[in-house]
Structures are given as C-alpha cells and as structure tokens.
C-alpha cells in the first residue's frame, strides 16, 4: 500500500490468515509486479490453500475500510426481494418446468401458437381449399380462443409474478435496480449451472448423428432416428431451462395482450393491475434497461404491447427526436459487445445464453451533438443459429434482418472476419424484401464492420473484396427490380440501403490479445469502437428524416405487417437460389397452363356425351368416359415429368434446381391427380343436373297434378269462410317445401357459389406463381371481391417505363410521379379494352357452358393475362407490372363472378324451382278459387236436393207403413176383424162420443180408429231399439236414396266428357229424373263459371293440359260429402215426423183406411156396414153378424 493512511492497519492485516500483503512504497512497478507473480504462483501451487469467492472476501473488505456495496440498506432490500424471487423459484424441481409452472403464458401452446396463426393469416400457407375471408376469421377466432386462455391463467396470475410485478410497482428508485441487478445476476447464475450439461449432451448427439449419417450414408438407421429424436427433446430442454429477466418482461407482455384484446373478460382488478404495467416498462427504458422488441423463442412482435410502452414513453419524453441503430451479424460475432462498448449500455453477453429475438434501448444524446435527442439502439440475436433447422433458419434470419435494417436509421453489419458471405446472402434476400414493400417508405443504411481484421493491412488486402461486393449487391438489386417491374427507380445498392464503400466499412482487430480467456484486452478494438460511435453520432445530423417516437411506432407497425405479409423471399439464402426457383416456378406455371387447356378440351368432349344421349345410357357413357380421362391425365403426367426432368438437367444450375426438383415433381402429380379429380366430379355433376333437369321438367309439365291435392285441401278447410291472400300464401309455402323436400338436387347454388371464389383465388395463384403469391393475398384480402370496384384505380405501380424511354421523360417532366400521371389516359384507355375482351370471353364462356368448374374461371383469367402480355409485347414506351395483372384479374375475377352465379342460376335446379314458384303460386290461387266454386255449387246442389231426398223418402214411406200395419197386425185380415176391434176397443175406452160417432158415422169412426192405431204404430219402439219405427223405416230409405245419388253422381263422371259443371248437373238431373223430383234450373242460372278471375297471360306459365277444366273428381267427393253430412239434417227431421204426417201428400193410415172400409152402404135395418172392402165389389152386399 502506498497509501500512509493504511499504515496503521498493518498490524491488523497481518493477522488475517490466508492473505498476502505487499507493500508498495518506494518501489517501481516492474517489482511490484513480480512480487504479485510470484505471490500467485506460490499460492497456486499450494494444494491447501482454499481459493476464495468473492463473497468471501467482503469480511477481509470491511476490516481493512473498503467499502462493500452490497451493506447499502438498499442493495440489501433489492438483494432480498431477488431472493425471494429465486426461492419461489426453485420450489420446482426440475429445471424445465419453470417456465410453465411459472411463466405459463410464453408457453409453446398459448404465446408460441398464438404467433404462428397470426402469421398463418397474413401468409395462408395452410389455406387449403377455404376462402381468404373464411380462413382469416378462422385465424382470429384461434387466436382469440387462445388469448381467452392465457386470459384465465392470468386471474390470478402465478406467485413469481405476483411477486415480481408488485415488487416492480411497490418500489423506485435505487430499490428497484437493486432488485433487477440481483435478479438478473442469480438468474445467469442459475443459468450458468443448469446450461452447460445440457449443451454438452446437444454437442455429443449432434457429433453422433453426424458420425452415423457418415457410416449409413443411404437411410436412416433406428439409431439415427432415436439419436435425432432425443436431440429434439434436448432442444426443448435447453429452451425450457434458459431463464433471465427478458422472460419475466416477456409474460407481462403477454398478461397486457391478452388482457387488451379480450376486454369483455377482464375483471376490473387484474385490469387495474395491468394497465399500468406500459408506463413502468417506459420507465425503466428511460433508466436504461433493454426492451424486448422481438420474442426471439416465437419470432414474434408482441405489437399490442410494444405499442403502448412506446405511447408511454411518448408522454415521458414529450417531443422527442430519435436516432435509431441496429446491429446485424451472425451468431457469437460480438454484436453485444460491439454496442456495449461504444455506448456503455447492458445487453447480454454471456451467462450461458445467446441473445434471442431483438432488444432496444435507449440513450440520452448531449446537447449540441446533433438534432437527434435519444439513440435507440436495436440489438438483435445472431444469424445462422445451428439449433434451427435449415429451412427455419433461413425464413428466421431474413425476417429478422428485414424488419431491424427497415426499422433503423442506420444498421450495424458485423462481419467476423473478412468474407461477408452469409451477411451477403441475407442482406441480398433483405433488399428483395424492400423492393416488394412498396408501399412503405424506407430509409436505411448500413455500416460494415469486419471484425478480427487489422485495419493497417485491410484497405489495399480487402480493396478487390469491397469492390466485388458492392457490384453483387448492385446486380442484385438491379435483378430484384426488373423481377419487381420498378428497374426505373432502383438501379443501384445505394438507392434502397445507403450505402458507401469509401466511409461506410470499417476493420476491427479482435477485442482480445492473444487467445481468450487469459489475455488483456486490445486497446484498438476500443479505438475501433469510439471512431464508429463518433460516426454514427455525425449521422445522427446528417440523416434525415429523423424519427419521433409516434413515427417509429408507426414505421415499426407498418414493417412488421410488410414482414408477416410477405411469404417468398424469406424462404431463399439468397438471390441466385431465388433465380433458379423463379425460373422453376415460371415453367410450372407454363406446363400447368398446358394441363389446363387439355383437361378443358376432355370436359367439352364429356359434357357434350353427357347432354346428348339418351337418359337411360347415363351411367355408361360417364363409366366409359371415366376410363378414358384416366387414361389420357396419365398420359399428359408422364410427359410433363419428361419435360420436368429434361429442364432440370439441363440447367446450368442443375446442382441448386435439385432442391425444387422433388417438390415440383410432386407439384405435377398433385395437379394431374387434382384435375383429374375435378373433372371425375365434373361428370358426376353433370349426370347428376341431366337427371335433375329431366325431374325439373317433369315437375313444369305436372305442376297441375301435383298442386291437386293441397288445392283440395285448402279449399275444403275455407269452407264457409272468406278467402284470404295469407291464407293461400301460407298453404301455397307448405305445399311448396313439402314438393320441394322430395326433389333432392346435388346442385346447391350458395356451395356453388363459394366454390367459385375458392377457384378464382386458386386460378390467381396458379397464374402468378409463388413468387406473386403474397401479393395475390394481400390484394384478396384487402379488396371486397364481391362489391368491390369495376375498374382498376391506376396506381405508380401498375407501369413500368423502359430505361431509355424514361431517362427522355425525366429530363422532359422532372418527377417520377409527374412521368407517370403523363400516361393516365393511355393506361385507362387500354384498361377498358382489357375489361371489353375480358366480358367478350365470359360472354362467350358462360353462353357454352352449361355448369361451373374451376377451368371456367381460369380460363376467364388466363385470357385476360395473354391480353396484357400482348400489349406489352407491342409497346415500347411503357409495360404493365404484375401487380397491374393482378388487380385486373381480380377485377375480372369480380365480373366473371358475377356471371357465372348468372349463369348457374339459369341452369341451377333450384333456382328453376324457384323460377316456377310465383307462378305456381298464381295457378294454386286460381285453383283454390276453382275449387271453392266447385265446393259452392257442391253445397248448394246437396242443399237443394235436401226436400227432394226427403219428399222422396216419405212417398216411399206411405206404402211401406201401410204394409208394415196390415201385415203385422191380424186385425187388419178383413173389414170385419177390423171393426170387431174397434168396437172392443170402443167397449174399453167407454167414451160415449166414440159410440155415438160409431153408431151414427162407421166410416168416420174406422178413419179416426185407424189414424190414430197408424200413428201409435209409428211412434212405437221395438225391443232394443232408441228409434221408432217410422224412423228405422225413413233412416232406412234415406240411405238407398242417398247410395241412389251418390251412384249416380259418380255413373255421370266416369260414363260421359262433360266440360262445365252445368254438364254435370243437367245429367246428373237426367238420370234421376225416375227416382226424384228435381228442379235445378235456379241453381243452373246461378252456375257461372266464367266469372273466376284468370290469371294475367304475361305472368301464367304454359298452361297444363286440362288445368281450365272443372275439377269434376273433387267436386263428386264433395257434393258426396255435403249429401252425407246433410244426411242427418234430414233424419233429424223424421224425429217429428208422425206430428207432420198429416200434411203429407200421400198419408199412410188415409190410404189404409180407404183400403179397410171399402163398401160404405148399410144394412137398412141395423145400419151395419157392408163388409165387402172393394167399394164397387160386384154382387150384393153382406154382413155377417147384424146389430140386434
């Protein structure tokens, strides 16, 4: 110690045990460091010294005065909430069960799940055969169902997070750096000891696999499957088992979200709690801690909960200017340390764990070194990460870079050595990316740091280097323009990423000297750092526009959607790969066009079979046709594979196309056996709507017959009550779906109608290749394909202007902008002419087909994009752009939409069912009018034929009684029995005005008796009987009479051609002219059967046979049924009818009387009748006994 103050404490110090003191007063540094060598050394080669931690040493700190921070009653709260943390963590057992234990939200199922669907909806990789509009709700509903989830396990929220959130909240300043510094250390502690076994076991396997795929080369062996699949299973683990402080942040994150985007389900305290979880990340961004911008482990923005951290920060920092830098390199490059150093900040380096995903933070400029108030600089994890799989990797990285050079002022390329090889190819990929985001206006640039390299050898060693990479990012960007159509604005690197060769590459020796881990480190590799800090800060003024923090969020918005959007490039390592697959995709796009058209000329050749032979033969002609479609599809497949094969290998990139190869071979396959599938259900379809169609016109040529019966129905239900228009609609509606329920038609217009927007969204993708594939999806989703515009709004994109033609025009109008607004009328003018061929075609497609398949609607397409090509072709001053194809297809696409829902609607079975409905009902209406009619003239004639019946009847009844009293009664044998009983039966009745009636008029007497017996007779029952006898005898006959009528009213139907009712009256009235009396010439008169209202010529169908003639059947059975019902009208009046029997015409016991009386002439003497019953009997009169 040199210090004359520590002199005192010397006797202290050496009674500290295992401590060496040295003492530095008058002695130069080159012993004092040999003295510290030979210390260490001497202490490491004693075995029983203990080697001390640096906790340890606090004890011996605190003796000898130092101060220990970590005895600050701060530090010591913040110690002990991280404590806390760590003890609540490591109540779980196994490491890899923390995170869903503890952190469930992040989970793979809820936060990883929820990130895949929301790119699933902007890509629709897995659309299959759903629609843009169908597929995306179904995105979101998962994504909601998930969100709803993550909600759940948020109320109430796990331990840890309760502890960490209201530490968090609960505690500023010094207490709650304390607590994140000490979670942060024990967390990468914790990690530093669960890690490294299981990096070693990854390590281990990796070098397995790879021993075993070298010795069985051909196939993998169960070994190597077994060995693979416990690396996946360590993967999972070592993903489970890293655990810092991101992961803490990242579930708040997503406690926000799914709070923010389910708010119907929120309870008003975990909302409380929640809401204010933004304003305390902004917070802790100002003091300078990271922010996760990007979930490295779901390669997702949360963007819901960036948003409004950065709202928050917005209310902080007021107006403030911003200067934002990323860095970009491949993995373990130092992109860390690089920003670490030339700005003092904190991201993670070490502990075991790489950085994943993409962090920001923020940094105070001073005052006076340029207009930029803050520097937010983006750290993002490395690229070519060895734990993804190729193909993951290559769409990981590209978006990654895409979306932090987009999102930066100026970006970091950190190159560890000196070939930018792998950089190149992302940065190429990235490029292409821009050049596709149209839309969104960028501005970036890049700054090259080669790292490892001397700078003093580097300028004349790496010259030839810079220069071959600058003219390969020219190439390709000049490439990416001409693919894109916009070479007139894009020539050069520089015009999409600024970019300098001269200033913009810089050398950095390695950070170490010598070979890590003990080795000083290199002063120039902070010399590097401070000359690159000190150009970025001179960019800070020099690069416009400068960003607030509302336009960073929105440009991060609009980027990171462009990003989600775009689902080519990102797939490629780079612009070669993409060449080679774009030439690729260009002839399968070309052999498809091919398979299109003959597929085409096999379906008119089916359809054509189908529609012309006879109805019975259906089944052969589509097995027969069948059979030859197989044969001809396989025949087309093998000389498209052929073709595919002979391109291949004579490419002069066969080596890279052999990755597609197998793909697009099964492509080919997949189209052959899709056609061939289609057009199998086109012939099924087809036989199916002949067959339909045959049922259809049956039904038009019977609908007479077939509303029979519910018109007879309806109108025996009216009877008696007025006709209404509900009435009739709403039996009309019964009827209708009932007819309509047995007629089973395959053809369904609504499924018919989605399987046509299915296959213009289909036919769009196969025209344009995968290349346009996410444009196509993005113009669907974004149009309303069914009522959008009829034209297309002429947009910078839809032309492109050759080189020559527009260096003319630049220097005649200036602008860009202005050049093209010059061809406005040239570009609608042709746009018209485009849409008249397009509805010329749809004209002449939809007037031959008779039904829809998905060659319809490609070949209403394809038409139209050989219509734009042959323009170009003729022109020389300007071209159409794909992007202009595709808005004109889809607005093709939107009118051949529309006229093939009118064309199946012309042929669609239930649409013509439809069709023939109203006049139907027009015919049901009149029918029922008809039928009442009919029932009214049924009524009335059943009315009027009530007396006739009855009249009828009583004079059969006269002879009957007169029989039925003579032959069931002796004393009705002769006169003379007869008044034998009466004048017995005047003995019992002892009344003298019946003797003195008797004695002074017999007949009078026998008439009285006889009536009066005649009447008793007739009242009388019989044994078991409830009716009298008059009435069993009045019942009987009424029933003959009553068969009588029926008979006959059916003999007249079915035995003579009548055309009116009056017809069937007048004979009906012929042919009882014997058995009634009838007179039915009111009821002719009354009869007008013209007075029915005919429905109006223009809006009746063709008029059925027989349909105007009376319906003499339903009018049979009901005049049946009114006789029948009227029936016991009429026998309920025989009840009273011996009351009546006096005013009949005929009386029964006047007629007996008349009979039994007979001789009226007297004996002279006694006055005793003659008993002779003939009233002019021949002979002389007789009696038997005189009166004494």
Known sequence: ????????????????????????????????????????????RNNSQQFKTLKSCFQIARQIGIHVDEDDPECCAGQQLAQNVMKEIDRVKSTSSVKNE??????????????????????????????????????????????????????????????????????????????LQWLKFLLDERSQQTLPPLLSSYEQLKRNIQKSSEETSDCITEDEEALRKRLAEIKLELNAASLGLEHFFRELSQMYESVMEVPNEVTQDLESKVSCLPALAAELLVAGYPLELMDGDASHVPMTWVKAVLDELQKLLKVAHLFVVSVLGIQSSGKSTLLNTMFGIRFAVSAGRCTRGAFIQLLKMHKGSGPSDYLLVVDTEGLRAPELDSQKMLRHDNEMAAFVIGLANTTIINIKGETPSDIQDILQTSVHAFIRMKKIELNPSCQFVHQNVASVIADTKLKQGKTNLVENLDEMVKYAANQQQVQMKYTVFDQVVSFNVEKDVWYFPSLWKGSPPMVPVNPGYSESSKELKAALIRLTAEKKPKFTIQDFKSQMDKLWVAVLDENFVFSFKNMLEMTVYSELDSKLCQWSHALRTEILKLQTTLENRVYSCDLKDLDTVKTIAIKELKQKVNTLQDDLLQKLVNFCDTSEHADIMINWKAETERSLKYWCQKHQDQTEEYCSTLVHNRRDRESLDKLRTNIYQKIQGPVRHLATMLKGQDMNEEALRKAFNKMWADQKATMKFKQNLVNTV??????????????????????????????????????????????TIPKGWWNRFKKAFGSLSETLERYRPAVEQATEVFLEVAEYHLNAVCENARDFNDTLSYQALINVVTEVN?????????????????????????????????????????????NLREPSYIKFKNQVLKRRMEFRVANSLSFRLREPIKMSVIDCLVPLLKDEVTLHDDRFQSKHCLLYNIMLDLKEKADFKCYSLHLTNVEQSMRNWIQEYTMQYCTAKEDGQTQTRLQVLATSELEKKIKILTNAATDVITTDQMETLKDWIIKFQHNLASSFHLNLKELLEDTDEDQLEEEDEEESMEEDEGVNEPDFEYFVTEFIKEIKSGKEKIASSFSDLHTKMGEWKKRPYAILANDMIGCCKQCPFCKTKCEHINPDHPGDHRVSIHRP
């Open 1 to 44: 110690f040199s210090d004359l103050a520590m002199e005192d404490k010397f006797p202290e110090l050496e009674e500290l045990q295992d401590c060496s003191i040295l003492k530095m007063k008058k002695r130069n540094l080159a012993v004092i460091n040999r003295d510290i060598q030979s210390c260490i050394v001497a202490n490491l």
């Open 870 to 914: 042959s323009f170009n072709e003729t022109q020389e001053t300007f071209y159409f752009t794909e992007e202009y194809k595709i808005d004109l297809c889809i607005v093709v696409g939107r009118m051949a939409l529309t006229r093939f829902v009118e064309m199946i609607k012309k042929n669609d079975p239930y649409t013509i069912l439809e």
């Open 102 to 179: 503890m952190l469930p939200l992040q989970g793979k199922d809820l936060w990883h799940e929820w990130s895949q669907h929301n790119k699933e909806k902007h890509r629709h990789l897995n659309k299959g055969d759903r629609t843009y509009d169908d597929y995306t709700v179904e995105m979101e509903h998962k994504k909601d169902k998930i969100r709803l989830i993550q909600l759940k396990k948020s109320d109430p929220p796990t331990t840890v997070m309760k502890m960490f959130m209201s530490y968090l909240l609960q505690h500023k300043g010094l207490i709650r750096d304390y607590f």
């Open 754 to 799: 989605i399987s046509m927007e299915k296959s213009i969204e289909h036919t769009l993708l196969e025209i344009f290749g995968r290349e346009y594939e996410s444009m196509v999806t993005k113009r669907m989703c974004e149009c309303d394909f069914k009522s959008g515009p009829k034209s297309v709004n002429f947009i910078e994109h839809h032309i």
